[in-house]
């Protein structure tokens, strides 16, 4: 998300969604005293805004929500209920999704959802940062002024303009295109500077959105990603992702620290400026 402000008072919105499931994601377990004041209502309002202003994950049902506030940069990820009604839900400190452990991170467990929290995030951190999120989104347009509703930035009925310095302030940020087939001419409309953007396809298929003066170094690095990763597993002689799921975790971080220092090498490769 784009420039940091101070929080501002606003109007209090009041969101009915968020507000009937809040019960189902109250936690069954008394929490660690670092968490103790976490309950059902904000992992409800958290889920609900990143159905709603997060972006397409890497998976297509999943949401990412970038939170941003004091200089400090918060995910969330989260997805619609899994074929067991459970939704997942995981707070991270990286763009990155992380494996979690029990050395790095809460699992809360609740009626309705699993929830991962890492032991450095406060309670607050992320109800501030929802707060900062809601005043930008209301700005733009985001939210029904008579009821409160959050609207979706891939809802075909969404009126309001996405500020690309909110979802374009990290370097090389890339957004997945929306899964709802909305023509790109028609979704880079959405946002208050169109023409600062570019539509780009990575190696693995997908069809991302970036900033336009960014987007030879993002389709560069994303061939050396793709390069290094088919030599090593030629090298470890792995053909299939499943052969990567079979790998024990030490295995696995040994992959993983490989390719990064491959491709960290042949990023000092490329030119400069």
């Known amino acids: 998300m784009g420039f940091i402000r101070p929080l501002q008072p606003f109007r209090k919105i009041v969101i009915p969604a968020y507000s009937l499931i809040a019960p189902l994601f109250d936690p069954v377990e008394r929490l660690?005293?670092?968490?103790?004041?976490?309950?059902g209502r904000l992992l409800a309002d958290v889920l609900d805004a990143t159905l709603t202003y997060g972006v397409v994950g890497e998976e297509f049902d999943d949401r990412v929500l970038h939170l941003q506030y004091d200089n400090r940069h918060l995910f969330v990820r989260a997805s619609h209920p899994d074929e067991l009604g459970i939704t997942h839900i995981q707070v991270e400190t990286s763009i990155k999704k992380m494996r979690v452990t029990n050395a790095t991170h809460y699992h809360i467990v609740c009626p309705?959802?699993?929830?991962?929290?890492?032991h450095t995030v406060k309670v607050?951190?992320?109800?501030?940062g929802l707060?900062?999120?809601d005043a930008r989104m209301s700005d733009s347009g985001f939210i029904d002024v008579d009821t409160g509703v959050r609207t979706s930035i891939y809802s075909p009925y969404a009126k309001g303009k996405i500020?690309?310095?909110d979802y374009f302030s990290l370097p090389e940020t890339t957004l997945r295109y929306p899964?709802?087939?909305?023509?790109?001419?028609?979704?880079?409309?959405?946002?208050?500077?169109p023409d600062a953007l570019a539509r780009i396809c990575l190696k693995d298929g997908s069809v991302r959105i970036c900033l336009s003066e960014e987007a030879d170094l993002i389709q560069q690095k994303d061939e050396i990603r793709w390069r290094v990763r088919n030599s090593l597993r030629r090298k470890h002689g792995i053909s299939t992702d499943a052969e990567i799921e079979r790998l024990t975790e030490a295995q696995r971080l040994a992959f993983e620290r490989e390719m990064y220092v491959e491709t960290q090498r042949e990023f000092a490769r490329l030119p400069r400026g």
């Open 131 to 133: 707060h900062d999120a």
């Open 179 to 193: 899964p709802n087939g909305l023509p790109t001419e028609v979704f880079l409309k959405r946002f208050d500077e």
């Open 124 to 128: 607050s951190d992320i109800r501030d």
């Open 163 to 165: 500020k690309v310095a």
């Open 32 to 39: 660690p005293f670092p968490i103790a004041d976490l309950n």
């Open 112 to 118: 309705n959802g699993s929830v991962f929290w890492p």
